[in-house]
């Protein structure tokens, strides 16, 4: 099965388009966040969304939200006010997925694994991207056609 599944990564990245409406969202799985693939990866598949290190914003319409509801940033740190960027095609806007000031982007961006948590930065300017899994399609090539079945 694992040897089955590296073939499937080997070949050239994917391309993905609006899972609605098929407009090409200029996303490649290159951007993926691969690195909780093994502690997060199943969490972030049950709850159907992938994470991703950039997105060409120009490809959607974007809407800023403010809540104000407790949430965990880790297991021993809260916060109350959430900030999130709602991203939405920009063709049917259908909503593809949300951006995140990524508060412990350091930790995601970096190949030192053992960074302690006063290196972090709560200015960071870095976005961390969740794309709901459900609003994507595969495209065939990088134009952005989609796979037709």
């Not at 994507?136 to 090539?141: A, E, G, I, T």
Request: glycine share 6%; hydrophobic share 30%; net charge positive.
């Amino acid at each position: 099965m694992a040897r089955a599944l590296d073939g499937c990564y080997s070949a050239k990245d994917v391309a993905y388009s609006c899972g609605y409406c098929g407009y090409a969202l200029n996303l490649s799985s290159s951007t993926r966040n691969t690195a909780n693939i093994g502690s997060k990866y199943g969490k972030q598949i049950r709850k159907g969304v992938v994470s991703f290190f950039a997105v060409d914003e120009n490809r959607f319409t974007q809407t800023d939200e403010v809540s104000c509801t407790p949430y965990f940033r880790s297991r021993s740190s809260w916060g109350f006010f959430r900030r999130r960027t709602r991203l939405l095609c920009r063709k049917c806007n259908g909503h593809i997925g949300n951006a995140y000031d990524d508060e412990d982007s350091a930790l995601y961006h970096s190949s030192d694994d053992t960074l302690a948590s006063s290196e972090v930065s709560c200015t960071s300017s870095r976005k961390k991207y969740v794309i709901k899994i459900n609003a994507l399609q595969p495209s065939s090539d990088d134009s952005g056609v989609p796979f037709s079945q």
